[in-house]
């Protein structure tokens, strides 16, 4: 993926983020109210950092975040825990066991992409629906979900499978995305009773 230094980029810099995705959650955090002081929160895909560390500012130090990624993050702050494993693979039993129901789930996950369009969106869909299935198992019934996933043709389909489980669904496009990108992102909130 190339790398671009635009506007976002060189401010998530300067104020000490790891990338320039920190901004589309803050826009999401102004929309949606994601996140509160207090508050248990698991960041799928957290690598490099911006989300874990923008989140945990919000929690602050009576809340939690569990930051999971393929690749080995560093965090100096008492209130995030890093896990380098695949989200595929983690125990939902075990995280609630060890941390408790979380408040919140956030998934920037992303596939490697191959420059197909329609591989790529195939396979962000799946990533995006391990992040809704892990999410139903370890939110809290009032818990939200805030996803990204990539524009194509199973969308709306995976969007009705949201709908399915969530209470409220709600597509978000942030401004700080690139606008040739074909990343969307789903805020859903309030686990429906299977």
Aim: aromatic share 10%.
């Amino acid at each position: 993926m190339r790398k671009v230094q635009d506007h976002y980029f060189k401010r998530a810099k300067k104020e000490g983020f790891p990338a320039r995705s920190v901004y589309k959650l803050k826009e999401a955090q102004r929309r949606f109210k994601l996140l509160k002081q207090g508050m248990r929160v698991l960041d799928l895909g957290a690598s490099p950092g911006s989300w874990s560390k923008y989140a945990s500012e919000i929690v602050g130090s009576q809340g939690l975040v569990v930051a999971v990624d393929l690749h080995s993050i560093k965090f100096d702050r008492p209130n995030v825990v890093a896990i380098k494993g695949d989200c595929n693979e983690l125990d939902p039993k075990k995280l609630v066991e060890t941390y408790g129901r979380f408040h919140c789930v956030l998934s920037d996950m992303a596939p490697k992409t191959t420059g197909r369009k329609d591989v790529d969106h195939y396979r962000s869909v799946d990533l995006a629906r391990s992040a809704l299935n892990l999410a139903k198992e370890v939110l809290l019934p009032k818990g939200r979900l805030f996803l990204k996933v990539f524009q194509g043709a199973d969308f709306d389909l995976f969007r009705k499978e949201c709908a399915a489980s969530f209470k409220k669904v709600r597509v978000f496009k942030p401004k700080s995305s690139r606008p040739e990108s074909v990343e969307i992102f789903l805020f859903m909130e309030g686990i429906r009773d299977e």
